[in-house]
């Protein structure tokens, strides 16, 4: 552990100084890191479905938690009435790309899927089906 964290540390702070490879790189730390927390118990970020890009379409989304406290603030009033909460729609071909949602929590479908299998199952575009779907 001590001599990758000797070789990888450097080499990081190499990568981050070019400009568009270090910006993934953040994005893409910032993704591994959320989905560390996700997978600690009493999380509210889960695996759900939401309707995307129209009512009758669904798509595997991470829910992040509730945007009541934050960018819910910027939704008209008559839409802060719902309870709103935050989703991240991660893209297909790179995960830490991706739409960033705030929907009614009524609108959301919650799973019972696991982050990494969804997002298995999102890099592979549905080729890669989670063993707890082919199990029901």
């Known amino acids: 552990v001590i ?20 910006a993934l790189l953040s994005s893409i730390k910032t993704l ?21 890009p129209n009512k009758n379409s669904y798509c595997l989304a991470l829910m992040i938690g509730s ?12 839409i802060q009435l719902k309870k709103m909460v935050k989703i991240f729609l991660p893209s297909t071909h790179f995960t830490p790309l991706g739409h960033f949602l705030m929907m009614a929590e009524e609108d959301v479908i919650h799973t019972d899927l696991k982050f ?9 575009c549905g080729i890669i089906v989670p063993s707890s779907l082919e199990n029901k």
């Open 3 to 22: 001599i990758n964290e000797a070789i990888i540390h450097p080499l990081e702070k190499i990568v981050e100084r070019i400009h568009l490879v270090g």
């Open 32 to 52: 591994v890191k959320f989905l560390n927390v996700s997978s600690n118990a009493g999380s509210d970020h889960k695996v759900v479905l939401v309707p995307y």
């Open 67 to 78: 945007a009541e406290n934050d960018f819910g603030k910027l939704l008209p009033k008559e």
């Open 116 to 124: 990494e299998d969804a997002l298995k199952s999102i890099v592979s």
